[in-house]
Nanobody
Framework: QVQLVESGGGLVQPGGSLRLSCGAS????????MSWYRQAPGKERELVAS???????NYARSVKGRFTISRDNAKNTVFLQMNNLKPEDTAVYYC?????????????WGQGTQVTVSS
């Protein structure tokens, strides 16, 4: 079965750091683009960072310079290093995987992990 399992969330003070992990199974991880999304209560789910199968990354303007996405294909894991956290970073963070095969999209979501930034 396809699974994406996030971990590493928690409560942190403003200015602190967390590292999220997403372990993948049930698909060929190395061929998928991986992303982190987040959703705060009452807000739309937004893209935070993405990393392609080839290793190129992109970031939302709000997190650029503070967050770093990386992947370890040997471990089927994608990471999100979050530094200088701000209260507005508080959200449930979701791991996402996507690939295209013969024009057909395959998309998977993790269950999410809560990140709370508060004094």
């Amino acid at each position: 079965q396809v699974q994406l399992v996030e971990s590493g969330g928690g409560l942190v003070q403003p200015g602190g750091s967390l590292r999220l992990s997403c372990g993948a199974s049930g698909f060929t991880f190395s061929t998928y683009g991986m992303s982190w999304y987040r959703q705060a209560p009452g807000k739309e789910r937004e893209l935070v960072a993405s990393i392609s199968a080839g290793g190129s990354s992109n970031y939302a303007r709000s997190v650029k310079g503070r967050f770093t996405i990386s992947r370890d294909n040997a471990k089927n894991t994608v990471f999100l290093q979050m530094n200088n956290l701000k209260p507005e970073d508080t959200a449930v963070y979701y791991c996402h995987a996507v690939t295209s095969v013969v024009g057909v999209l395959y998309l998977y979501w993790g269950q999410g992990t809560q990140v709370t930034v508060s004094s």
